[in-house]
Structures are given as structure tokens and as C-alpha cells.
């Protein structure tokens, strides 16, 4: 398995300052389910890797993810695409679990479980966390500007305008 990570708000749908409760709240972001499918057509992995303390803090429940996961399955199907793992931390930061980024125990415990090699796959987050967990794990961090704003991204990091973007520059362009 080739996998290739992606952080889900800010980098395939638009960050909400309240939240992403309802699929009517989940609105991805201009090109970003077309450059997933290209990228599914061309044999990755789609690993979605996302903090949900929306369920932690009680502002949404678990049917909610689960339908706005179906959401952007049915519509990333539209263009051919599909998100093969949705890895989510359902804690509130107060909790101090091991699975919120910048922690990696979602993305260790799936690897364990599968045996997949994360050795230097592309890793695309909006934020500093997503550049710390690629990091950790041994995934190339790729750094969209789409969602949270990064006033200070680390000068060794690679940084587009979002997604469409990054992965022509940084997946499409090596392996055509
Ligand atoms: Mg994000
Ligand atoms: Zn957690």
C-alpha cells in the first residue's frame, strides 16, 4: 500500500471558526476532491487523519461524523474518488489522550494493525500539529495555506496555497 495522509479541514473542506457539526457545514474546498481522486487513480492509499473534539466537548455526536464522512465519500465518488481510512481523535484537549495531534498514536495503532509503511509518503495538513505528527511518523509534511493561517511554517517545509496545488507540485509531477 502507497499511502498518502491528508488532515480533513483546511485542507480538503473549508475550516469553520464554530465547527464542523452538520454536513451542511462541510464544504470542501476548490479542487481538492478532484486532486484525492487523481491521486486514488493513480494507486494511493487515502488516509484521512483529523481531530474531532467537536465529540469530546458534546457538540456532536458520533452519527454526525458518520454522516458527514458519508458526505464527502458521496461526493468525492462524484469525481471517482474515495477516502480508504478515516482515522479521527474523538477527545476533548482536556482529556490529554494519546491520539490528538501532534500525537501519533491514531496513525501507529493503524500501522500496527496493517503493516502499512508510512516511510516518506506525503503527509498535507494546514497546520503546525499536521507538520509535527508527518514528522514523527517519517512522512514527507506538506503545508497548505487553505485553512488555519501559519504566520511562522518552519523555513524547511513546503508550503502551497491548498491542496490542488500541493499535491500536482509534490506527488503529481514525480510520478508522471
Ligand atoms: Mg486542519
Ligand atoms: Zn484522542
Not at 458526505?71 to 474515495?82: E, I, N, P, V
Amino acid at each position: 500500500m502507497k499511502p498518502l495522509i491528508l488532515d480533513r479541514d483546511g485542507v480538503i473542506n473549508k475550516e469553520r471558526d464554530d465547527y464542523i457539526l452538520t454536513p451542511k457545514d462541510w464544504i470542501p474546498i476548490k479542487g481538492s476532491l478532484e486532486a484525492i481522486s487523481k491521486a486514488k487513480s493513480q494507486g494511493f492509499y487515502i488516509i484521512v487523519v483529523s481531530n474531532q473534539s467537536a465529540l469530546g466537548r458534546g457538540w456532536m455526536s458520533i452519527e454526525d461524523l458518520n454522516s458527514i464522512n458519508r458526505k464527502m465519500q458521496s461526493t468525492l465518488a462524484k469525481f471517482g474518488g474515495r477516502i480508504d481510512a478515516f482515522l479521527f481523535c474523538p477527545h476533548n484537549p482536556a482529556d490529554n489522550c494519546d491520539c490528538r495531534k501532534p500525537k501519533t498514536a491514531l496513525l501507529d495503532s493503524f500501522r500496527l494493525r496493517t503493516g502499512i509503511n508510512y516511510k516518506d509518503c506525503p503527509f498535507f495538513g494546514d497546520r503546525i500539529s499536521d507538520i509535527e505528527v508527518a514528522k514523527k511518523i517519517g512522512a514527507r509534511p506538506i503545508l497548505v495555506n487553505s485553512g488555519k493561517a501559519n504566520s511562522n511554517p518552519p523555513p524547511d517545509i513546503l508550503v502551497y496555497d491548498d491542496l490542488a496545488t500541493a499535491m500536482q507540485e509534490t506527488v503529481f509531477n514525480q510520478t508522471t
